[in-house]
Each structure stands twice: as C-alpha cells, then as structure tokens.
C-alpha cells in the first residue's frame, strides 16, 4: 500500500486532499479532545467530529467512537495493566530460587487505532511484551526463541555479565531467524527496569514493539497496594520517524474508553516506563492528586510529591497514592500533543 507522506502535525491539522491509508489515519485521529473544541476550529471543518465532540460529554475519543478489536489483537490493555508474568520457578542444588520465562519474538500485525493495523514485532504476540516480574537475589532464566523473520535480542536493564547483555556482537549476539538463546543472570537490583531488543537500526526495532517492563521485586517487598504497569509508547504508521499515535499500554484512549476501577483510599502504585521512540521526552501527569515518585524504583525514600513526571526513553519510576475522593480522574501525557493523539485516560473512584 502506498502511503502519503504525512506527517502528524498535517494529521492534526486535518488534510481533506488525501487518499488511501493516510485518508483511513486521518478519519482515526481524534479532533476532540476533553476540555473543549478548539482542535476542531484548528482542523477548519467546523462542528463534523461526531461522537467526539457529543455534548461536551468530557470524553475524547476516536471519531464515531470506533474502538479496536482487543480479541483480534489478542491482547488487551485493560488486562496488561494488571498483568504480572512470575514464570515458573524451582529450587536449584543450593535451594536458590531460579526463575524462568518463555520469550517469542514474532512478527505480528496489530490494530493500533480503529481501522489502522501496524506491521509490529512483538515479544509473546502483545504489546508492551510480558511484565516480568521476580524477587532481588533470586537466579533469573529467560530463553528467547526468534519467531520473526527478522534478527532480534532481549537486552534488559539491570546488573548483570557483558555476555548476557543482549547486544550484537558481544556473548550470543543477534539471534537469526529461527534461532534461540537463554539469559541468566541474578536478579539485581531490587527495582523496576524494563528490556527491549537492541538490533540495529536500535529505532525500528524498539518502535516497531520489541518493549517489555521488567520488575524486581525487593527481598521483603513493598507494601500492599493495586498495582499497575504503563508503559509508554507511540506508533508510527506511515514510517516518517514521527508517531502518529500515542498511548499508555499501547492502545489510545483505551482507559479513556473504559476507565481504570480504583478503590476510594487504597494505596495505588504505578511501575511507570517510558520506551518512546521518535520523540525525547515523555511524561505523566495526574489529575486532582499527587503522588510520591519513586525514580528507577531503588530507592525507599520518595524523590518527590509531585503530580507531573518527565522520563527520557528507558527512564522510568514507581508512583504511589491514594484517592481520597469519589469521581473520575484523568490521566495523560503533559505534551498536549500526545494527549490529543491518544494518551489519556481516566482512574475512576466509586462512591
Ligand atoms: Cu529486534
């Protein structure tokens, strides 16, 4: 399919002149937008944004509320919020934990907004890949299979041999198409990290979906709280290096559409990471709160209260508070643009 050059600021701006896939982009992406309806005077076609802009119902979305098919996907970022993979374990000869994980790379094509898939490569068939989790000190073993056509790695972050470290040229280096390999290593620091393939050209491969978030977990734990993961990344649809599309747990305005259930005065904690290609910085804001910011997890005295955080790419940080109040409230990125592209949602506290 030939794609027009565009890019996503003419996507925001609206460009009736355009066929085929940018066409089928362009009716996607949202005009509207919480807060009012000045994205619509600025796309200079008036009031003819549909549902996204119905009443002023507080509610930005894509147009026609068409949401994506998360069966077809077979993934979905209202499960992948709260979903924790502890693999399976056993104890070795000296009774250490050793802890153990399956990953698949596959090429794999994915709606990332309504009507608009997106060739992607992806750890397990989802995106962000499986949330590992495990325990400070414990003896961690992931074999990664390369399913895709294409040469792949799993580089994690954290401490560990050189020749673990999932880079070419160094240990087992690329792993072809077809071919495997498995990384051990001790599960150190206790914090949240995150890997990501680290093949050549390093954008293509990240941006295209090669991500996961990687958890460890301190020895005596933290304390009780619904616990959360959002990874923050984008799509770029038409291949100009530039997304079109922005979202926590890849699928926008997913929790704008459902909002995440969250109970009045229970501890949240949020294990936040930003893999963003194509743009430099990223962040977090919250809405009618604040929480305490813990960077990179390692630590066990908050940095800062605070309800705004920005995070370069593979930056990340643990947040946590409580809502004290009822009602619904959003969450986004603190660049408008990728709010108004698709990352936004909402927590929502029942009476
Ligand atoms: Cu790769």
Redo the contacts with the bound molecule.
Sequence with gaps: MVVAPLSRRELLAGSAALGGAAALAHTTVPHGHPWGSEASAASGEGGNHGAAHAGSSGHADFRDARTVDHARNGFDPHEIVRDFDWGTTRRGTNGRVIREWELV?VDKEIEVAPGVTFAA?AYNGRIPGPTLRCREGERLRITFVNGSA????IHFHGLHTAAMDGVPGIGAGEIAPGGRTVYEFDALPAGLHLYH?H?RPLAE?IGKG?YGAFIIDPKDGRPDADEMVMVMNGFDTNFDRANEFYAANTIPFAYMNTPIQVKRDELVRVYLVNILEYDLINSFHLHGNLFDYYPTGTGEKPSELTDTVMLCQGQRGILEWRFPYEGKYMFHAHQSEFTELGWQGFFEVPA
């Design positions: 790379a490569w294409h040469p792949h790695t393939c093949v491969h090669l």
